[in-house]
């Protein structure tokens, strides 16, 4: 036994560089593998949950078909980057005369997320006639990019919010 031990020594020895260049490589593969899984993981449980306030101007709206239920926020809930969210609704017009709608997304908070996030809707453009009721479905989505996870990270972005203002134009 002791022989071997001697053996073995002897090899170390006589291959100092190998030994060391092979322990450098295992330290420093541990050490990217580590810190990848890391990273990775953080992007993985990466999200933020939101609200959005509806300012309704010439219309008003309504969670349901009969408008009954009126509504003046929309629970986004947990937004992933790379994902998008609806939220459909119906929007009944309260103006006197035909008008067209018109979408605006103001005061998100924090004020940099809106140079990542986007608003869209359902919306065609059809003039819509005194007490016409419209379904309408609005889309909140956020890109997958290096940019918008680094800025949420950067910033630690827990939450955001918005309004959303739908006004009639005539």
Same mark, same amino acid.
């Given at each position: ?28 593969? +541990?050490?990217?593998?580590? *810190? %990848?899984?890391?990273?990775? /993981?953080?992007?993985?449980?990466? @999200?933020?949950? !939101? ?21 003046? +926020?929309?629970?986004?809930? *947990? %937004?992933?980057?790379?994902? /998008?969210?609806?939220?459909?609704? @119906?929007?009944? !017009? ?77």
């Amino acid at each position: 036994m002791m022989n071997q031990f001697h053996s073995f020594i002897a090899f170390l020895r006589s291959s100092k560089k190998t030994v060391l260049l092979t322990v450098i490589v295992a330290i420093a593969s +541990i050490t990217v593998t580590t *810190t %990848i899984s890391i990273l990775l /993981s953080n992007i993985d449980n990466l @999200y933020v949950p !939101s609200l959005g306030t509806i300012k309704a101007i010439g219309v008003e709206a309504y969670w349901d078909p009969n408008c009954e239920n009126e509504t003046e +926020i929309i629970d986004w809930g *947990t %937004i992933w980057p790379g994902s /998008s969210k609806n939220a459909t609704f @119906y929007l009944q !017009s309260v103006s006197n005369f035909e008008a067209t709608l018109n979408l605006n997304a103001t005061n998100w908070n924090p004020a940099n997320i809106s140079d990542y996030m986007s608003l869209s809707w359902s919306y065609n453009g059809t003039p819509l006639n005194p007490g016409e009721i419209i379904q309408v479905t609005l889309t909140l989505s956020a890109p997958f990019s290096d940019s918008f996870i680094r800025y949420l990270i950067v910033n630690d972005v827990k939450n955001f919010s918005f309004d959303i203002i739908i006004a009639v134009s005539g």
